[in-house]
């Protein structure tokens, strides 16, 4: 099994934590995050480093990615993308602050085109202007992760040039209306995710989310399919390693 959304600090040393796990991919929120991501991949193998800046931490100098996104243990790009919460709405400078987030999250575009390394995309209370920005661009690709954009916009998403995935976290397990928006989507198109250590699925819903816990949204995932768990993994697995090269 592969969790290919988590945050791990640096004084990581616990196996339980990716007990059983053939990889755990690191996303970056912002250069220090990303430059902590490098170092943990160097030192775990089975722990692959994503370097960004979210859409929250666009205080960052964005110039200062690239020579991160250079590095020969990054894999990909993100996560970046929009965040558009009621409370950033209704900001009075709303205007101000999504101009600064499309900025940096085209500029973190096209370093994944330049360096051809996948996105894992942010897109919260802004589906349909991430997906507006995306259909510009050809040459990339990546995973909207912990998708919510629901079944409308399945097939937008589908219809982007190239190939882009979906991820599916913890809230799988105790939301049925994600069931519902999952069975809508490709099975070759689907990634697994924990976000640790926030989305902890049930059972241990309301502690503390580790990647290997990843093994429950497997379980949801073959279980609305109706498949083994067994063939579901494969599925997963050869979807995550085809995204990422890993």
């Known amino acids: 099994m592969i969790d290919t959304h988590a945050h791990i600090e640096t004084t990581f040393c616990d196996d339980v934590e990716i007990a059983g796990l053939e990889a755990v991919i690191l996303s970056g929120a912002n250069l220090k995050t990303s430059k902590n991501n490098l170092f943990l991949a160097e030192k775990y193998p089975r722990l692959k480093a994503a370097v960004g800046i979210h859409p929250q931490e666009i205080d960052d100098d964005i110039n200062l990615l690239e020579e991160l996104v250079k590095n020969d243990n990054s894999i990909a790009i993100g996560e970046c993308g929009l965040e558009f919460v009621d409370e950033i709405r209704e900001a009075d400078n709303f205007e101000e602050l999504a101009a600064k987030q499309k900025d940096y999250f085209r500029k973190q575009i096209e370093l994944a085109r330049k360096y051809k390394k996948p996105l894992i995309i942010h897109a919260r209370k802004a589906m349909d202007e991430t997906i507006h920005i995306l259909s510009?661009?050809?040459?990339?690709?990546?995973?909207?992760?912990?998708?919510?954009?629901?079944?409308?916009?399945?097939?937008?998403?589908?219809?982007?040039?190239?190939?882009?995935?979906?991820?599916?976290?913890?809230?799988?397990?105790?939301?049925?209306?994600?069931?519902?928006?999952?069975?809508?989507?490709?099975?070759?198109?689907?990634l697994a995710e924990t976000d640790s250590p926030l989305l902890t699925p049930e059972p241990y819903r309301g502690k503390r989310n580790m990647p290997a816990y990843v093994k429950y949204v497997y379980k949801k995932i073959a279980d609305v399919w109706g498949e083994s768990l067994e063939k579901t993994e494969k599925i997963l697995d050869d979807n995550a390693k085809r995204l990422f090269g890993i």
Not at 141 to 163: A, F, M, N, Q, T
Not at 169 to 177: A, I
């Open 136 to 190: 510009e661009y050809e040459g990339i690709k990546g995973v909207i992760h912990c998708y919510s954009g629901g079944k409308k916009r399945v097939k937008k998403v589908l219809d982007l040039p190239s190939e882009w995935m979906f991820g599916f976290d913890g809230n799988l397990t105790y939301e049925p209306g994600l069931e519902e928006v999952l069975k809508e989507i490709p099975r070759d198109r689907i």
